[in-house]
């Protein structure tokens, strides 16, 4: 599994497009998100598919989710908003 680069986000373009709408994250990279200064997200790309990795918890380790189909991803903006709510 490796990071994602930007050809390989291309498919989930408007689920990019809603991330970068929160004005909490800063898109330091393509598809790398920061909350201030700590990482926040990152995707990548296994023949598995897409993935991304979120930190939930400030502080706390990169949990790994699945972003492949649109079920995959409103579960991902489900725990993205849970994340930056709290």
Do not use: C, N, W
């Amino acid at each position: 599994m490796r990071h994602a680069r930007a050809d390989d986000l291309v498919p989930i373009e408007p689920l990019l497009a809603d991330i970068r709408r929160r004005p909490e994250l800063t898109e330091r990279s393509a598809g790398t998100f920061y909350k201030k200064s700590q990482a926040f997200l990152h995707f990548h790309e296994d023949p598995a598919g897409l993935f991304a990795d979120i930190r939930l918890t400030p502080g706390g380790s990169f949990t790994r989710m699945r972003v492949s189909t649109k079920a995959e991803q409103r579960a991902f903006m489900a725990a993205v908003e849970k994340a930056l709510a709290g």
